[in-house]
């Protein structure tokens, strides 16, 4: 059974700093991942989709990157700043099933 | 384009009652998914509509039923509200299930 665990599930970093947001899965059979933001009390935002034949997807300032060999995908966030702030959520898609598992997210916090 | 929309925003219904959530999107997509979204619990998939008159169960179908009532819109009926039915629920559409994912604002719903 696929299952998509986030770490850390909370980040708390001063504004400008580089930073990484971790994703694993546990089945390597997938045919993409994709990541979101979610501002409180808001709905999901598709930020990137990488498929499962790629290594990597920019977007600004984010980069998204996976292995799907061991099971890993990091979304790089460069020169973070508040309005950055938010949960970010990965999820697989796993084609036998014929939908998206997910993770339950990182809450990022960039301080002024 | 709107995207895509829900309502209401907010409902507070008292146990044992019904309600509907809509859905649309404007977009052309073939694919419509319901979602609830709990603390602790992530996002879990209710029903989805893989094309204009198709529905199958997600991991959490008991309780609700939906309809599809065309290409634009797909709608979540509770017939007999239950309070493990309070949630978020998010409407969500894409071209096909293996692409990506557009989300609606959400609704909040409590059962009392």
């Known amino acids: 059974k696929q299952e998509v665990t986030q770490i850390p599930a909370a980040l708390s970093v001063p504004e400008g700093e580089n930073l990484v947001l971790n994703c694993s899965f546990t089945?390597?059979?997938?045919?993409?991942l994709q990541w979101f933001r979610q501002d409180p009390g808001k709905g999901l935002t598709s930020l990137l989709l990488?498929?499962?034949s790629q290594r990597e997807q920019t977007s600004g300032r984010l980069n998204a990157s996976l292995d799907k060999s061991s099971g890993r995908s990091t979304l790089y966030i460069a020169a973070s700043q508040p309005g950055d702030s938010a949960t970010y959520l990965c999820?697989?898609?796993?084609?036998?099933?014929?939908?998206?598992?997910w993770g339950l997210g990182t809450s990022l916090a960039v301080n002024p | 384009n709107a995207g895509v929309t829900q309502t209401p925003k907010f409902q507070v219904l008292k146990t044992g009652q019904s309600m509907t959530l809509q859905c649309a999107q404007d977009?052309?997509?073939?694919?419509m998914y319901w979602y609830r979204q709990d603390p602790g619990m992530g996002l879990r998939l209710i029903y989805y509509?893989?094309?204009?008159?198709?529905?199958d169960k997600g991991e959490v179908p008991n309780g609700y039923n939906v309809s599809r009532l065309n290409k634009r819109e797909f709608s979540l009926r509770l017939e007999s509200a239950a309070p493990s039915q309070t949630s978020v629920y998010f409407c969500?559409?894409?071209?096909?299930?293996?692409?990506?994912?557009?989300f609606g604002p959400g609704t909040r719903l409590t059962v009392t």
């Open positions: 969500a559409s894409s071209v096909s299930g293996v692409n990506e994912q557009y």
């Open positions: 977009m052309n997509h073939n694919s």
């Open positions: 509509s893989a094309s204009e008159g198709t529905t």
């Open positions: 089945d390597s059979a997938i045919y993409n």
């Open positions: 990488i498929q499962s």
């Open positions: 999820a697989v898609y796993a084609g036998n099933n014929r939908k998206l598992i």
